[in-house]
């Protein structure tokens, strides 16, 4: 345990982040989820509005450090692929 003030609040700190990219990643995964069911359902409509909405959520996991950006680029290249071949 801490006993100078400034680890303390790094504790704390360190926790409040860790369970916002908890929450973060989560989001993340569902979305991914849930543009591979649309695509493996062959609705091309529905497969665009998840492939936005993950292609968005991958990028500001990319800007928070959430994600590796070689991590982002490879996901975003699989998700383009299978949208053009729907």
Do not use: W
């Not at 345990?1 to 409040?16: F, G, Y």
């Not at 070689?70 to 729907?86: D, E, G, M």
């Amino acid at each position: 345990m801490p006993n100078i003030k400034s680890a303390k609040k790094r504790v704390k700190v360190n926790e409040t982040k860790a369970l916002q990219n908890k929450m973060f990643k989560s989001r993340l995964r569902t979305a991914m989820k849930k543009y591979a069911v649309a695509v493996e359902s062959g609705d091309k409509a529905a497969a665009e509005v998840a492939y936005k909405d993950a292609v968005k959520l991958i990028d500001r996991a990319v800007c928070r450090g959430a994600v590796h950006k070689n991590l982002a680029a490879r996901k975003k290249s699989q998700f383009t692929k299978a949208l053009n071949n729907l």
